[in-house]
């Protein structure tokens, strides 16, 4: 299976996604598309990954290749392909499918929350023996609303919508499951101004400190992706 993903800024990349792709054998490939690179042809490639970044959906201004972005990820669901959105790319997938991406009122959330299930996640084949609720990283200021057709999978106390999927090849989470400690380090070094004392926001320290929810998000993301294969 070829897997291409779409990569924002220099400092975030799979993570743990790509050990899971090497470990079952599949080929990567992916655009930088903050350094000028192309879109591959869609006939290349199985399933598009959208990473996050710091910028939002609705930046378009400041970061005109956002509106090539959106047609390429348009035409990947139009084409059937298996689309994985997470932080920035769940935000891209709700504007491409009609909904509104926006700041959200609560202010940044990063650090390890408690996210828990909807009615329409407990049933998703996505979401396949995940737990009811488990606490995953997140690291995000922005919000979106559901798009219409589409179902609300994950639910958090700060930010409601988490995750949605649409149709058997769409889906999307706003946290971060992928993320090792490393990856933090680099997202620390890079926009460390975003760690702002607050009710929250948590310390680098504090997230690094977690070795068990790093362990448990790893384990998760291999079930998310395994589960993703599967439908």
């Known amino acids: 299976m070829n897997i291409h993903s779409i990569r924002h800024v220099p400092f975030e990349g799979l993570g743990r996604i790509e050990d899971w792709a090497l470990s079952r054998g599949h080929q990567l490939s992916s655009t930088a598309i903050y350094d000028g690179e192309v879109f591959p042809d869609l006939d290349k490639l ?26 390429f990820i348009e035409s990947a669901i139009q084409h059937g392909k298996t689309v994985v959105g997470i932080c920035l790319g ?12 926006y700041k959200g009122d609560p202010g940044m959330e990063i650090g390890w929350s408690p996210v828990r299930l909807t009615s329409e996640g407990i049933q998703s084949p996505f979401l396949k023996d995940f737990p009811m609720t488990f606490s995953p990283l997140h690291w ?11 179902k609300h999978l994950i639910s958090g106390d700060l930010y409601s919508n988490q995750s ?46 977690r ?21």
């Open 46 to 71: 199985d399933w598009l990954i959208i990473m996050g970044g710091p910028m939002g959906a609705y930046d378009k201004a400041e970061y005109p290749w956002i509106v090539e972005e959106l047609k």
């Open 90 to 101: 769940v935000q891209l997938l709700a504007e491409v499918l009609g909904s509104e991406v």
């Open 140 to 150: 995000h200021g922005d919000t979106f609303d559901i798009p219409r057709g589409a």
């Open 164 to 209: 949605f999927s649409y149709g058997e090849k769409v889906v999307g989470l706003q946290f971060h499951l992928e993320f090792c400690a490393r990856c933090v380090d680099r997202l620390s070094r890079a926009v460390g101004e975003d760690l702002q004392p607050g009710p929250s926001v948590m310390s680098e320290q504090d997230i690094q400190a």
């Open 211 to 231: 070795d068990d929810l790093f362990l448990a998000s790893e384990l998760l993301l291999q079930k998310f992706l395994d589960n993703v294969a599967e439908v």
